[in-house]
């Protein structure tokens, strides 16, 4: 409702995503997307990144990444089954507002690096081939936009938002439960060059040089408008 009031004294809105222009029924969509700091030139870039962050280079890596809090639904990660040649990896950021702590999940690779700067950010997401989301509740995620800026592909809680970039065919929701993701990750990875395909088309949307262009249109707009 707050938002609604919001909107009602602007001229015009921009929406991170379609999930937002429904609730307000008017503006532009630009997706917000963080452009990678490097770039991933190689496959040989990609085993180096794994080789410093201290992950395994012949496997297919599946992260969980997210400040700590329970709505994160981390909770289930324990009970998954991944098919073979892929492991679990986990890097949790304490909230400087919240108490809870990080959780140990004993079937996968926890990762104790403490606060990412932009360039080792880049490098664990281009480490990893695929992101997990088993959120309890969401509006929007950066998370989400971060990975398919570095290519990969996700798997989320069958949530709104993530409802939206699944049928784009940027990754696949399931239930909140770990029978659910299991199956759907075993899915994934039967057909993951073609998920892949889809997010390396989708994430030039996600430069800065195309959301500046799209701001700069959306303001030229209004300023003729008004």
């Known amino acids: 409702d707050l938002l ?14 379609r999930t937002i222009y429904d609730i307000v029924r008017r503006g532009t969509i630009i997706y917000h997307g963080a452009e990678p700091s490097i770039p991933l030139l190689s496959y040989a870039n990609k085993q180096e990144f794994r080789k ?9 890596l599946l992260l969980a990444f997210g400040y700590v ?5 981390f909770d289930i990660l324990d009970s998954l089954s991944l098919p073979d ?12 507002r919240g108490i809870e702590k990080p959780l140990y999940i004993k079937n996968a690779i926890n990762l104790h690096l403490g606060y990412l700067d932009d360039v080792t950010l880049s490098k664990l ?13 969401v509006s929007i995620s950066g998370v989400l936009f971060d990975a398919l800026a570095h290519g990969l592909p996700f798997i989320a809680s069958d949530l709104r938002f993530f409802r939206e970039f699944a049928q784009m065919g ?50 030229s707009k209004i300023l003729r408008l008004s």
């Open 4 to 17: 609604l009031e919001v909107v009602k004294l602007s001229s015009d809105i921009i929406s991170p995503a």
């Open 52 to 60: 410093e962050i201290g992950l395994p280079d012949d496997k297919r």
């Open 69 to 73: 809090g329970s709505y994160k639904g």
């Open 85 to 96: 040649g892929w492991s679990l990896v986990v890097k949790q950021n304490r909230h400087e």
């Open 125 to 137: 997401f281009f480490a990893c081939d695929a992101i997990i989301f088993p959120y309890k509740v």
């Open 170 to 219: 940027l990754g696949i929701t399931c239930n909140r439960n770990a029978i659910s993701f299991s199956e759907t990750i075993v899915f994934l990875a039967s057909d993951y060059t073609r998920y892949k395909n889809n997010v390396q088309q989708f994430n030039p949307k996600l430069r800065w040089s195309n959301i500046a262009d799209n701001h700069i249109d959306l303001f």
